[in-house]
């Protein structure tokens, strides 16, 4: 009988044991964005602590060089598409060289139309998700270059976080996917709870640490606390 009860209980303590894991906070998504293309900045629309949408622009460069360029593609390809409809309904009684040769202009103004559209967007420096400005390093009249970029703005996720954390490589089969983080952070009390839904496939090579994620919400990031992860 005694023996069937250590058996239970080495059990029970197996299915219920926990893991020491540190950890720390990051958004769920961060970019550090630049322009890509070279000039002088004309207009800064943000500051630090404004939330902005995906696509807003953000900041742009004095472009009015590159928006008359744009300008004069869009009347050239407008007189181009009209000689090119002309000459289509008599191109039976034409050269066909010469058809060829209003075709190809047709083409080329669609072309170089689309490379100034291309040229213009790269002034603008738009957000690519919703979030919230927490870097700003840029201000009316900064000269930039597309050849050296340099992070101006960072942009991070307004309250989605997630928790890098990390525990022992000996514990490398115990956990897994859908286990239970326990844990506080540093300076607060309270006991919060997630689920582990991402393993690093690899271990640090020297702190000997594996690294999972668990997702959370509206926790300053770069914050730092520890908890257990209970495993089966």
Known sequence: ?????????????????????????EADKNAKLAFISGGIVEKVNVE???KVKKGDVLAYLHNKDIKAMRDVAKTTLK????????QLKIKNLIDEARFDGVAFKYENAKNQ???????????????????????????????????????VLKLQSISKRKLIISYDQKHR???????????????????????????????????????????????????????????K
């Open 79 to 86: 007189y181009a598409k009209k000689d090119f409809q002309r």
């Open 1 to 25: 009988m005694k023996k069937i009860i250590i058996g239970l209980l080495l059990i029970l303590t197996l299915n219920a044991s926990e893991i020491y894991a540190t950890f720390h906070v």
């Open 48 to 50: 630090i602590g404004d």
């Open 173 to 231: 089969k115990s956990v897994k996917v859908g286990d239970i983080f326990k844990y506080k952070i540093d300076g607060d009390d309270k006991t919060y709870t997630g689920a582990i839904y991402k393993i690093y496939p690899s271990a640090n090579a020297k702190s000997r640490k594996i690294q999972a994620e668990v997702k959370t919400r509206d926790i300053m990031p770069n914050l730092f606390g520890d908890g257990y992860i209970e495993v």
């Open 113 to 151: 139309l689309a490379y100034q559209e291309a040229l213009l967007e790269k002034t603008y420096l738009k957000s690519p998700f919703e979030g919230i400005i927490y870097y700003k390093n840029l201000v009316t009249g900064d000269a930039v270059t597309g050849m050296n970029p340099k992070t």
